[in-house]
């Protein structure tokens, strides 16, 4: 949904999140979504175009473990507090040093405000690039492919890779030298 800047009345704009989408687009992958993407935001024009947008987003995502390989439920809540500038402001064509300030603003075109990407936004930023179902996740073996948080394997492990065979002989030569 897009929000023209000149509609936005003296007061404020109230604005209920309420997404119904059932996946999210991660790359390539289809991420899904267990609970509904909800929230609050409050929108308010200032002095020059300069738009504030402060409120919370909230969902629950389906993730898989990328140790272990089982899904699980990942939360996130997140706080927004963001500042829209008209993206005439900026001087295109010559080279300019951002100011700290200036590396936390964000833009929006044509006279107008994209609150779904206001909102979406915090979310990918909070999605793991390595998923994890708990920090002690053991993961799968190797060699078997058993999952090690349920049970233990009798695998050998010390097995390695025929192909690093020369890089092993070249650090334990390097180390009798």
């Given at each position: 949904m897009r929000i023209r800047i000149i509609d936005i009345p003296e007061k404020g704009l109230y604005?209920?999140?309420?997404?119904?989408?059932?996946?999210?687009?991660?790359?390539?992958e289809e991420i899904p979504i267990l609970e509904r993407v909800s929230g609050e935001l409050y929108i308010r024009k200032h002095e020059a175009g300069r738009v504030s947008v402060k409120g919370n987003v909230?969902?629950?995502?389906?993730?898989?473990?990328?140790?272990?390989?089982?899904t699980y439920r990942f939360e996130i809540v997140r706080d927004i507090d963001e500042s829209y500038h008209p993206i005439d402001d900026i001087e295109f064509g010559e080279r300019k040093h951002l100011k700290s300030f200036?590396?936390?603003?964000?833009?929006?075109?044509?006279?107008e405000l994209d609150v779904e990407s206001v909102y979406m936004?915090?979310?990918y930023l909070a999605i793991p690039m390595k998923?994890?179902?708990?920090?002690?996740?053991k993961g799968i073996c190797p060699i078997c492919g058993k999952d090690l948080n349920e049970d233990f394997c009798?695998?050998?492990?010390?097995?390695?890779?025929p192909r690093w065979k020369v890089l092993v002989?070249?650090?334990?030569?390097?180390?009798g030298e």
């Open positions: 604005y209920k999140i309420d997404d119904s989408k059932k996946s999210l687009k991660v790359f390539d909230r969902v629950v995502l389906e993730l898989t473990c990328s140790r272990c390989l089982k200036e590396l936390d603003t964000c833009y929006y075109s044509e006279g936004e915090p979310i998923p994890l179902c708990s920090d002690n996740c009798d695998c050998n492990r010390g097995v390695r890779d002989e070249l650090k334990e030569k390097l180390k």
